[in-house]
């Protein structure tokens, strides 16, 4: 059974689309028996982590510090996938710009960052493909995160 924790530092708590997107996104990966985070947080937090963690001293959408990266992380029979931080000031802004809900862009950062906890990334053209490519199949399961044309 996947289990994964919300911590809303920031106060937003309308972040119930989180649970559907996760589950959904573990269940498209086949992924079973795994733990994961992800903290709700302000543009303060996470340019500190960005900063401390990363080099880069500016504020970001997301930050997931995958625990797999380097070998498998396994508990009690548990998977421990790692943590995502979001960062909601930016996800409203980016709501804003792109022209679409802040439950869509929430949704987008929460696939995104547990994407990036499953070993995907989009550093290459081909690669940002395949990412982008399971994105939007997640997305596209519901009502409130489809795109607006």
Do not use: W
């Not at 990036?116 to 990334?121: A, E, P, V």
Request: charged content about 35%; proline content about 1%; some cysteine.
């Amino acid at each position: 059974m996947n289990k994964f924790e919300i911590i809303d530092e920031y106060g937003y708590k309308d972040y119930k689309i989180l649970n559907k997107v996760f589950k959904s996104t573990l269940k498209m990966e086949k992924v079973k028996n795994a733990f994961f985070s992800v903290v709700l947080v302000d543009e303060q937090k996470i340019q500190n982590i960005n900063r401390d963690y990363r080099g880069k001293d500016k504020v970001t959408d997301v930050i997931s510090f995958a625990f797999e990266d380097n070998d498998k992380r396994v508990y009690n029979n548990t998977r421990i996938l790692g943590e995502i931080y979001i960062c909601i000031p930016r996800m409203k802004q980016q709501a804003k710009e792109y022209g679409h809900t802040e439950t869509r862009e929430l949704a987008f950062l929460g696939v995104h960052g547990l994407l990036h906890l499953l070993g995907y990334d989009h550093m290459k053209k081909e690669d940002e493909e395949v990412m982008f490519a399971k994105q939007e199949l997640v997305l596209n399961e519901y009502s409130e995160t489809k795109r607006r044309n």
